[in-house]
């Protein structure tokens, strides 16, 4: 049976209906306040509470990190769900803000599809999936561009039922070639070949 690990991290708010029955829920520094605002228990806390200095509930278990250290919490976290073996990792709250902090987010997803695990970041407006050597099946999303970036200096990537179609094309970090296409079928179809890409579906 397939384990998800959803992840709240601290940047833009936003509701987190992304939550589900049996998840395992990690707050990450200023997440924590996220899900306190909605009544959500974290099943654990990983922070260096930089931004975050309230008080955690004494059930929570808590896994405090140096303030001086090479991961952002939301890696830590991520590296955390990818040792304790779960099969999908979903972020919460970790667009905007920082864009350093987004950046280094975007970069986890990477982390944790070269892993082993399916990634990806999720808010109302943004959805980011990390792929590599796999397939995504993506419904229409009427209001929604559909983009693909390579993660790797090169990925190898096929993309069908899109307006803009590409059969194991070569696409690099160094040019967006595959910013803002949109769905022609109910389906879009995006396989990666080779290398790691980042499928983003945006609200126009």
């Not at 998800?4 to 708010?13: F, H, M, P």
């Not at 955690?56 to 140096?66: G, I």
């Not at 179609?165 to 079928?185: K, M, Q, Y």
């Amino acid at each position: 049976m397939s384990r998800r690990c959803v992840i709240l991290s601290g940047g833009e708010r936003h509701p987190l209906a992304g939550i589900r029955p049996g998840d395992f829920v990690v707050a990450c520094d200023r997440g924590y306040a996220y899900a306190a605002a909605e009544g959500v228990r974290p099943d654990l806390v990983i922070s260096d509470f930089d931004s975050y200095g309230g008080r955690v509930a004494e059930d929570v278990p808590v896994r405090r990190l140096p303030t001086e250290k090479d991961d952002t919490d939301t890696m830590a976290a991520v590296r955390f769900a990818c040792g304790e073996g779960f099969d999908e990792i979903v972020i919460l709250c970790a667009l905007g803000g920082r864009l350093d902090h987004t950046l280094a987010n975007l970069q986890a997803l990477v982390y944790a599809v070269e892993h082993g695990a399916s990634a990806a970041i999720e808010s109302p407006d943004t959805r980011v999936s990390a792929l590599r050597d796999g397939t995504l099946r993506l419904p229409r999303r009427e209001g929604f561009s559909l983009s693909v970036f390579s993660a790797a200096d090169e990925s190898r990537v096929s993309i069908r039922g899109a307006k803009y179609e590409l059969e194991e094309a070569v696409i690099t970090n160094a040019f967006p070639l595959g910013a803002s296409n949109e769905w022609r079928d109910g389906e879009a179809v995006i396989r990666c070949h080779s290398g790691v890409i980042l499928v983003v579906e945006s609200r126009l």
